[in-house]
């Protein structure tokens, strides 16, 4: 009986305050793959990302592509052997690049369209 008294006058405060403090941490899981990302996406209620995405066509799909980048990354930054990767080279920073830049502008892209929406009520 206490634990319930205890929940439902906490329960009153809650809903008698006008401001409520959002947490801003995001769990990333280490490592923001495609699922992730799109976990994170659902959590606040925006559209999430297709495997086949924009300029993210047949043969390599936005999931493929973040895979291959993740690998590659964490080779690089972890000591790992990268022999069979990708040497680091201009074009491969700029293929990377482009596509964390565009990742960039289609979350922002959905965060504009959930706040018009007001998808974040949901």
Request: no cysteine; proline share 2%; charged share 25%.
């Amino acid at each position: 009986d206490k634990r319930k008294t205890a929940f439902y006058l906490e329960l009153e405060q809650f809903f008698a305050n006008k401001h409520h403090d959002l947490s801003s941490t995001i769990n990333t899981e280490s490592n923001v793959g495609f699922e992730v990302l799109n976990k994170i996406l659902n959590k606040l209620s925006l559209e999430t990302f297709t495997p086949y995405w924009e300029n993210y066509q047949h043969p390599t799909s936005l999931e493929q592509s973040l895979t291959n980048f993740l690998r590659y990354r964490n080779g690089v930054a972890h000591g790992g052997d990268t022999s069979s990767e990708e040497k680091v080279t201009h074009d491969v920073y700029v293929k990377y690049k482009n596509m964390v830049v565009d990742l960039m502008y289609g979350i922002h892209s959905r965060m504009i369209t959930g706040l018009d929406e007001k998808s974040y009520l949901k």
